[in-house]
């Protein structure tokens, strides 16, 4: 398993336990993740999203709750609730992932762990939140020459759109 991948199904099962027991086990998340994982990478990435995904909670769950359509998100299935939240995290916050590998991700962590028809509901929603994220951006500042030609090969935005 991938190092990352394994960061995020650490983190994963640590926003679930947060999710039930409440916020006050947030300072056992180094304790959580030193123990089940020894590469300090990994444990570093997967701190880095619990952390994150706890420090932007509620904007987190307003994203998603914009998105869902005659869902709310306390109905939700505890470990979809909490995949969406991580691949929310990810993809409103960390800009050196690309959206289709966070999303891509959270569908392969909600297959693993929640029911058959989860992937399909968690690319739904982080589609939606991906879009209203690229949309929300603000504008490129205006280019100097209007007529220049489109440059040739692959761009950076093409590249990862991939």
């Not at 880095?48 to 869902?68: C, M, N, P, Y």
């Not at 029911?115 to 690229?134: E, P, Q, V, W, Y």
């Not at 490129?140 to 990862?160: I, N, S």
Request: hydrophobic share 40%; with cysteine; proline share 4%.
């Amino acid at each position: 398993m991938k190092k990352r991948t394994r960061s995020r199904e650490l983190a994963l099962q640590f926003l679930y336990q947060l999710d039930l027991r409440g916020d006050e086990l947030v300072s056992e998340a180094k304790d959580y993740v030193r123990a089940e994982e020894r590469d300090a990478e990994t444990q570093k990435f997967a701190l880095r999203l619990v952390e994150g995904t706890f420090e932007h909670w509620d904007e987190i769950d307003k994203a998603i709750q914009s998105v869902a359509q005659n869902w709310n998100i306390s109905r939700m299935a505890v470990v979809d609730r909490n995949v969406l939240r991580l691949a929310t995290y990810e993809l409103l916050h960390c800009k050196d992932i690309p959206p289709k590998v966070a999303i891509n991700e959270a569908i392969e962590l909600g297959k693993r762990y929640s029911t058959s028809n989860s992937g399909a509901f968690i690319n739904g929603i982080l589609d939606k939140i991906m879009n209203r994220a690229r949309t929300e951006k603000p504008a490129a500042a205006p280019v100097a020459h209007v007529d220049a030609p489109e440059p040739q090969g692959e761009t950076e935005d093409r590249a990862a759109e991939r």
